[in-house]
């Protein structure tokens, strides 16, 4: 009798603890595996006090001839560095494909001055490309870049900012065009990267889709749409500068 009893009680237990639910995991807060400020000295140019103001406010559509900004595009990676790769696709052709792209539009749709990091497939430092933009006299910076993951469900489209309202202004206008490229809108975010941490003067850090991730690098693959990144990133640039 007694044996039968602890046998009950053990089934008892077995049955308690198959029972019990397991609790989901927290999901991690994924970001960018892009350098962070914290990772490297801050380059010579630093200035904070220059990083936290826009030149001028938007001016209404009516205005004639509204003042041309200067503007610091940054394509991420190049030579040694090729960043992300996947789906038969390297980040550093992308991100310089998108930039040139980027530079065309604008100078064909409104008056501005381009500067760019690198103008083909070369490395160039970190420090090398905040010391670059910040003797342009920039009135902000946009780098861009490819997500990849571990996880190939991984998709969709984030910007990236890390000083001031004015640059979070900048990356929140940036990503609502790039959302309308269909792709999935991861929202913005606030990360301590080199490169727009030490730039004196607004700026944001874009990754338009993940090249892990087949359907996104399909895309990605595609000129058409490197245009519509390219199309979406200047209507931004445009948002954030004039308002409109």
């Known amino acids: 009798m007694k044996k039968k009893l602890v046998s009950t009680s053990l089934i008892v237990c077995l049955v308690l603890l198959t029972a ?4 989901a995991q927290p999901k991690v807060q994924e970001f960018a595996n892009e350098p962070l400020a914290s ?28 003042p041309p900004p200067i503007i610091v595009l940054d394509p991420g990676h190049g030579g040694s560095d090729g960043g992300a790769s996947g789906n038969g696709l390297v980040e550093k052709n992308l991100t310089l494909n998108i930039a040139n792209k980027t530079k065309n539009l604008i100078y064909a749709r409104w008056p501005a001055t381009v500067y760019m990091t ?5 490395y160039v430092s970190l420090d090398g490309r ?17 997500n ?10 984030e910007t990236y900012w890390q000083k001031a309202d004015t640059s979070q202004e900048l990356a929140t206008d940036l990503q609502n065009k790039l959302i309308q490229s269909g792709l999935y809108n991861r929202g913005v975010k606030q990360n301590n990267y080199y ?23 399909s895309q990605l693959s595609q000129d058409s749409f490197q245009d519509t990144l390219a199309s979406e990133l200047v209507t931004g640039m445009h948002l954030y500068w004039w308002g409109f």
């Open 20 to 23: 019990v639910p397991v609790l």
């Open 39 to 66: 990772d490297f000295p801050a380059p010579d140019s630093f200035n904070p006090n220059l990083s936290t103001t826009k030149t001028t406010q938007p001016v209404s559509p009516q205005v004639v001839d509204p």
């Open 118 to 122: 690198r103008t083909s497939d070369v």
């Open 130 to 146: 905040v010391n670059y933009a910040n003797s342009t006299g920039a009135d902000f910076f946009v780098s861009n870049h490819i």
């Open 148 to 157: 990849s993951s571990t996880d190939a469900s991984a998709n969709g489209v």
């Open 195 to 217: 490169v727009i941490t030490y730039s004196n003067m607004p700026a944001a850090l874009a990754e338009t889709g993940f090249i892990s991730n087949s359907s996104d690098a």
